[in-house]
């Protein structure tokens, strides 16, 4: 076993772990407080639906960071169909 | 979706499905144990339990992986698709005990994972030995198979994690599902796992056959069902001078049903309902699901999958529900003249702002 | 599209439909004899269990502690059939050697207590403590170093650990147990070199030419099919292959 693999190895668990953490460290408060703002549809105070989403969270964050900064809800799909209707609208 | 979400939305069938799914796995794990035991009553069977819930989570991950293409041959098996996402979690779950094990307190089943009983104890963290205990990266036999599970239970993580509803509006359903489409990327990785892993130590040739037998069926049954998709593709309408598609007659349609055809990249939806005619997009917002293989319920189109509901005239779900989906100007040609079911109906190539209103041609 | 006669429809918050449900009572029992099966069969082709022992038990006996940490215990009775001494190599109860307060005994005779581990024919010792003894009186006289030369072979078989592979492990070699193998042999565990002859297995515990600890050297060809050309020598019961780890061959 060298000294290199063991190293590198140690430096990815870290950075993992690290992003994970920080995601678990902005999700908290997310899930509590900001949540409604990027998605409506979240609604109440239903514990168990905003725990169950906090792994997601904890990796998608970023997403959901950028969303709240810039004051953005959740986009609506982007569908062949969707896209065509857009732009037969806005020639 | 509007209402708020739930945690689970538990329904008379779902908690069927549940309670089948985790009495059968509870079932494959005791009898596992049990004819172990039953081997030799002399033999320390501490251990087998990796085996045990290692080899369910991959036999779990065929069913799954073989419910999308039966529904796509058949409808009879939506009652096992709509709650798939249950059994992808439950898979989940039974690789994650394979490698960490089980030991919540309170709860008596416990369980060493792989990474314990194989990493821990030694001189490394266990963690990291298990990146660095196998180093022949360069090679095919001897490559480190520990690290294609890795590979597969973190998407198998991702999948669980992003498996609520929530996701799906967040992330939206394309890119939902094209992040899901990862576990075939993860069963890629597993049959690499189990060859290059448990097959090298447990060279019976029933392991072997199994797998591959596993692997053609899976294969085969995508290679069938997708065949019969891109063949529908392929039949692309184009539209004629005035911007409509003749998209064929009344009479193809049954009542309260729809034919698909694809215009403009994508199928669209033609139902026949109340004597009226009306055309949408066939993917459902919700998880693109293939309206068109639906039905007029109570006035609604309804989706196959998981039976959200549309307006056909609208292509918006009755409130207090928000979503939609575009819609299509519908005509009929030869009014009045002639049977009405050699009527030819046409479609407007571009579709609608999702959620338009557009007046139903009445037949 | 295919529809039946009375154009039935699954969604799955209402009623089922008479023709999905029968079709369900169809399937879903196969789908459970399936999971029966499979949990019926597969603990049977997994053809490699261990019958590994443990046996908590303490030992007399003089220590030794280079290259291969083992300790040297009269055999009781008669022992003009064989040898005079049965040799236990140590680790201790995870993946390392012996502690080094146990090796510091080294030299002496002492009462050593652990749990003797043992598959068919290979046994070592998982050690817990050591305490200094006198010598026994009416033993032969103990010579650590001296072994009986059996010549210079060329052997093929794979290194394992000489702690999980008789112990706990299922079944202890190969692939899927390297990285075990690994932690074991880099913590201190002695490398056993597994030789299968037809149905027979030989044991031989590895050392380099001086007769120095290999275990650094050797991780890299832990779990592998591989040749070891060496000179062997006899202890008593223990086999050591004495040979450069620079020299051992790939096979296939």
Aim: aromatic share 10%.
């Amino acid at each position: 076993m060298d000294g290199v693999g063991v190293a590198i190895a140690e430096t990815l668990i870290k950075i993992v772990r690290g992003y994970l953490f920080a995601g678990l460290v902005f999700s908290v408060p997310f899930v509590i407080f900001g949540i409604q703002r990027v998605d409506p549809s979240v609604k109440g105070w239903n514990v168990l639906f905003r725990v169950l989403i906090l792994p997601g969270l904890s990796v998608f964050w970023p997403l959901f960071a950028v969303r709240l900064v810039r004051g953005k809800r959740h986009p609506v799909e982007r569908t062949a169909h969707r896209l065509a209707a857009q732009s037969a609208s806005h020639p | 979706m509007s209402v708020g979400y739930k945690s689970i939305q538990w329904n008379r069938q779902k908690l069927i499905y549940d309670l089948i799914l985790w009495a059968s796995v509870a079932a494959y794990i005791a009898i596992f144990m049990a004819v172990t035991k039953g081997i030799d009553s002399n033999l320390d069977i501490r251990g087998v339990q990796i085996r045990a819930y290692g080899s369910a989570a991959f036999l779990l991950l065929h069913v799954i992986l073989s419910i999308g293409p039966l529904s796509r041959l058949s409808p009879k098996f939506h009652p096992l698709l709509f709650n798939r996402r249950h059994m992808g979690v439950t898979m989940f779950f039974l690789a994650l005990i394979h490698v960490v094990g089980l030991n919540l307190p309170g709860l008596p089943l416990k369980t060493t994972g792989a990474l314990t009983w194989y990493h821990d104890f030694g001189n490394l963290d266990p963690l990291v030995s298990l990146f660095v205990g196998n180093s022949h990266y360069g090679d095919f036999i001897q490559f480190p198979f520990e690290i294609l599970g890795v590979g597969a239970l973190a998407i198998f993580f991702v999948m669980a994690a992003t498996s609520h509803d929530f996701w799906l509006v967040n992330l939206t359903a394309p890119i939902w599902k094209a992040l899901h489409m990862g576990v075939y990327v993860a069963y890629g990785l597993l049959v690499g796992h189990v060859v290059l892993g448990a097959l090298q130590s447990n060279r019976h040739p029933a392991m072997t056959v199994a797998v591959g037998v596993g692997l053609v069926w899976i294969v085969g049954l995508h290679l069938l069902a997708g065949s019969r998709e891109i063949k529908q593709d392929k039949a692309t309408l184009s539209p004629s001078d005035d911007g409509f598609v003749d998209v064929g007659t009344v009479a193809e349609i049954p009542d309260n049903r729809a034919k698909v055809v694809t215009i403009s990249g994508e199928r669209v939806a033609v139902f026949k309902y109340d004597g009226k005619i009306s055309a949408v997009s066939n993917v459902c917002q919700h998880q693109n699901g293939p309206l068109g293989e639906g039905k007029v319920i109570d006035g609604c189109i309804t989706c196959p999958w998981h039976g959200y509901q549309y307006l056909p005239d609208c292509g918006a779900s009755p409130p207090p529900f928000t979503e939609r989906i575009p819609t299509f100007d519908v005509r009929l040609a030869g009014d009045g003249q002639g049977p009405v079911e050699d009527q030819r109906i046409f479609v407007r190539a571009i579709p609608n702002a999702p959620g338009t209103h557009v007046d139903p041609a009445v037949i | 599209m295919s529809t039946s006669p009375n154009d039935e429809f699954y969604v799955n918050y209402s009623k089922m439909p008479s023709s999905y449900r029968w079709f369900l009572f169809k399937v879903i029992p196969l789908l459970v004899i399936g999971v029966v099966a499979f949990a019926w069969l597969l603990p049977g082709i997994h053809n490699q269990f261990n019958s590994g022992k443990f046996q908590a038990q303490s030992f007399d006996g003089f220590l030794v502690g280079e290259p291969i940490p083992h300790i040297i215990v009269p055999r009781p009775g008669n022992t003009q059939a064989g040898p005079a001494f049965s040799r236990y190599f140590l680790s201790a109860t995870n993946k390392a050697g012996p502690s080094q307060k146990i090796l510091d005994q080294a030299g002496q005779w002492v009462t050593l207590k652990g749990v003797l581990v043992s598959r068919s024919n290979l046994s070592m010792v998982a050690v817990q403590s050591a305490e200094p003894i006198d010598p026994p009186t009416g033993v032969a006289e103990v010579r650590p170093d001296e072994g009986n030369a059996l010549g210079s072979y060329a052997l093929e078989g794979e290194i394992l650990d000489g702690k999980c592979y008789p112990g706990i492990m299922k079944p202890g070699h190969t692939k899927t147990h390297r990285a075990c193998a690994i932690r074991c042999i880099s913590g201190g565990v002695p490398a056993v070199f597994r030789v299968q002859n037809d149905g027979d297995v030989m044991y031989f515990l590895l050392a380099d030419s001086a007769g120095q600890a290999v275990n650094a050297r050797v991780l890299d060809w832990v779990a592998d099919s591989i040749r070891i050309t060496g000179e062997v020598t006899q202890y008593d019961d223990m086999y050591v292959l004495k040979a450069d780890p620079e020299g051992y061959e790939r096979l296939g």
